[in-house]
C-alpha cells in the first residue's frame, strides 16, 4: 500500500535558521508528491508540488526535490521567519490507472516553531 | 471570492445524538472530500464523491454518512455510531478525482466536541 513517513516534531528553530522536515515515501506506482501547511485554527493550503521524479516543487523560499530514488521528498527552508510557524503534512496522491479518485496519503504533519 | 466553507466552526454534541456538518464550495469542483485529524495524526479519509449522486467510503468510514445531492454540497453527518467523534473535521475539493497531480483545497474546518 502507500504510506509517508515524516520527521517526528516539534522543531523548535530560531529566526533566520535552516529547516529540513524529512519525508520519505512507499508507493505502488508513480505518486505526484505534496507539501501543505496548517497554520493554527486553520484548514491546510497546498505549499508545493511535484509530479515526476527530480522535479523540484517551490513556493514562499520552501523547496523539495522529487527523489524516486531514495523515495523522498525533504522540504526545506534557507531562512525561517516566525509566521513560518505551522504544521506541515507530506502528502502523496498515486494515479493508478486513473483511478486514483484523488486520494491523498498523509504524513503525520511536523510541527514547526521558530522563535525570534 | 471563489473557497470552501465549512459551518459551523465549533460545534458540540451530547453523546447518542447525531449531527451533521456543512461543507459548500463554490469552485465548480466535481471531487469532494471529507478528512478527519486528530492530534499527532495526519488526515484520514472518511468519505469523498467524484460526481453528484455518488459518492464512496474512505479509510474510516464507520459511523458516518454523507449525501451528494448538489455540485456545490456535501454534507457529513457523524452517528451516533461513532465511537469517538470528537475530532477536527476537513472538507476539500478538487476539479475532478481521477488524476494524481490535482491540488485538494481545504475549508477552515469543523472542531466538533462531544460532551
Known amino acids: 500500500g502507500n504510506s509517508v513517513t515524516q520527521m517526528e516534531g516539534p522543531v523548535t528553530l530560531s529566526e533566520e535558521a535552516f529547516l529540513t522536515i524529512n519525508c520519505t515515501y512507499t508507493?505502488?506506482?508513480?505518486?505526484?508528491l505534496f507539501w501543505y501547511v496548517q497554520y493554527p485554527g486553520e484548514g491546510l493550503q497546498l505549499l508545493l508540488k511535484?509530479?515526476?521524479?527530480?522535479d523540484k516543487g517551490s513556493n514562499k523560499g520552501f523547496e523539495a526535490t522529487y527523489r524516486k530514488e531514495t523515495t523522498s521528498f525533504h522540504l526545506e527552508k534557507g531562512s525561517v521567519q516566525v509566521s513560518d510557524s505551522a504544521v506541515y503534512f507530506c502528502?502523496?496522491?498515486?494515479?493508478?490507472?486513473?483511478?486514483?479518485?484523488?486520494?491523498?496519503?498523509f504524513g503525520q504533519g511536523t510541527i514547526l516553531t521558530v522563535h525570534p | 471570492d471563489g473557497g470552501i466553507t465549512q459551518s459551523p466552526k465549533y460545534l458540540f454534541r451530547k453523546e447518542g445524538q447525531n449531527v451533521t456538518l456543512s461543507c459548500e464550495q463554490n469552485?465548480?469542483?466535481?471531487?469532494m472530500y471529507w478528512y478527519r485529524q486528530d492530534p499527532g495524526q495526519g488526515l484520514r479519509l472518511i468519505y469523498y464523491?467524484?460526481?453528484?449522486?455518488?459518492?464512496q467510503k474512505g479509510d474510516i468510514a464507520e459511523g458516518y454518512s454523507v449525501s451528494r445531492e448538489k455540485k456545490e454540497s456535501f454534507p457529513l453527518t457523524v452517528t451516533s455510531a461513532q465511537k469517538n467523534p470528537t475530532a477536527f473535521y476537513l472538507c476539500?475539493?478538487?476539479?475532478?478525482?481521477?488524476?494524481?497531480?490535482?491540488?485538494?483545497?481545504f475549508g477552515p474546518g469543523t472542531r466538533l466536541t462531544v460532551l
Open positions: 508507493a505502488t506506482g508513480y505518486p505526484s
Open positions: 502528502a502523496l496522491n498515486v494515479n493508478a490507472g486513473g483511478t486514483s479518485y484523488g486520494k491523498l496519503t
Open positions: 464523491s467524484q460526481i453528484v449522486n455518488d459518492f
Open positions: 469552485l465548480n469542483h466535481d471531487a
Open positions: 476539500a475539493s478538487s476539479t475532478h478525482a481521477a488524476g494524481a497531480n490535482n491540488e485538494q483545497f
Open positions: 511535484a509530479t515526476k521524479a527530480d
